[in-house]
C-alpha cells in the first residue's frame, strides 16, 4: 500500500526531524506522496468517487464532530471532549 511507505518515512522520527528532512528524505517523501495520489486518483476514477468532493464532505464531519471551541489544541477523541 503507498500511504505505508510514507509512513515509514516518518515513523521513527521526532517532529523535529520531520521537519527539516534532508534533500534525498524529502525526494524520496514527493516520490511516495506521488505514488499514493495517483493509486487515490485511480481508485476514484474505478469507484465513481469524486476524491475533492469526498474531502468537502469529510470535513464539515469533522467540524461537527470536532467543534473548534472543544476541540483546538487537543488530541482527545470526538466521543470525549
Known amino acids: ?18 521537519s527539516k528532512l534532508t534533500p534525498q528524505r524529502r525526494e524520496a517523501l514527493a516520490d511516495e506522496l506521488a505514488d499514493t495520489y495517483l493509486y487515490l486518483l485511480r481508485l476514484g476514477q474505478v469507484t ?8 468537502f464532505r469529510k470535513m464539515k464531519k469533522n ?19
Open 1 to 18: 500500500m503507498p500511504a505505508a511507505e510514507v509512513v515509514e518515512i516518518f515513523q521513527w522520527l521526532s517532529e523535529k526531524e520531520a
Open 48 to 55: 465513481g468517487i469524486d476524491l475533492i468532493d469526498a474531502a
Open 63 to 81: 467540524a461537527l464532530k470536532y467543534p473548534v471551541r472543544k476541540a483546538r489544541g487537543k488530541m482527545t477523541k470526538y466521543s470525549d471532549l
